[in-house]
């Protein structure tokens, strides 16, 4: 059974620093793995896909990377800003782009100006 | 991009009766869409799979007689919390699929559910 973890639970930083949030799956056959952010009370955004064939995806100041074989993705944050915070999951699809997403624990990330 | 609602946003229901969430596709068709439940501070737990026309696909776990899911038409997809309780109380998201290539599965706002 796919279980999907991700550190740390929650983040507190001053604005303008470099983040990293890490995520981990435990079985390495995934088709792809998307981030998404969450704001209070409401549904969520797509950030970032990558592929399973793939190493990096970038957008603006994010940056996603995947290492397949050990179950591991990276979610890159630069310069952050307090409009970051919210909750950022990451969730990894088995089989196809129309497969169910098994979604992480979360990160809860606090910027304060 | 691609638009999924539900409505409603929130709702209040006594113990004991049922309630129904609407998730609707606004501007493209589905033939897939998913239910998830989200407990506070909790990440998303998949509940069932829905396919137009055809019987939902439920999880492990989740009571298919007590989460009702009905998806008629391409566009909307129907959750009905029976016979509700306090712990069914949560935020429930659902989510669209658009078509078979990468990101394109949308998701709904969410619906926050309080049992009384």
């Known amino acids: 059974k796919q279980e999907v973890t991700q550190i740390p639970a929650a983040l507190s930083v001053p604005e303008g620093e470099n983040l990293v949030l890490n995520c981990s799956f435990t079985?390495?056959?995934?088709?792809?793995l998307q981030w998404f952010r969450q704001d209070p009370g409401k549904g969520l955004t797509s950030l970032l896909l990558?592929?399973?064939?793939?190493r990096e995806q970038t957008s603006g100041r994010l940056n996603a990377s995947l290492d397949k074989s050990s179950g591991r993705s990276t979610l890159y944050i630069a310069a952050s800003q307090p409009g970051d915070s919210a909750t950022y999951l990451c969730?990894?699809?088995?089989?196809?782009?129309?497969?169910?997403?098994?979604f992480g624990t979360g990160t809860r990330l606090q910027v304060f100006p | 991009g691609a638009v999924v609602s539900q409505h409603p946003s929130w709702v209040i229901c006594k113990s004991g009766t049922s309630v129904k969430i609407e998730c609707r596709s606004l501007?493209?068709?589905?033939?897939?869409m998913f239910w998830y439940r989200q407990f506070p501070k909790q990440s998303l737990m998949l509940m069932a799979t829905s396919n137009e026309g055809s019987k939902a696909t439920y999880e492990q776990g989740v009571e298919k007689d007590k989460f009702l899911i009905n998806h008629a038409s391409l566009t909307l997809s129907t959750l009905t919390v029976t016979s509700a309780h306090p712990e069914d109380s949560s935020f429930y998201i659902c989510?669209?699929?658009?078509?078979?290539?990468?990101?394109?599965?949308?998701f709904g706002p969410g619906t926050r559910l309080t049992v009384t």
């Open positions: 501007d493209f068709q589905a033939t897939t």
């Open positions: 989510s669209a699929l658009r078509g078979t290539g990468a990101n394109e599965q949308y």
């Open positions: 990558i592929q399973s064939s793939q």
């Open positions: 969730a990894v699809r088995r089989r196809r782009n129309t497969d169910k997403l098994i």
């Open positions: 079985d390495s056959a995934i088709y792809n």
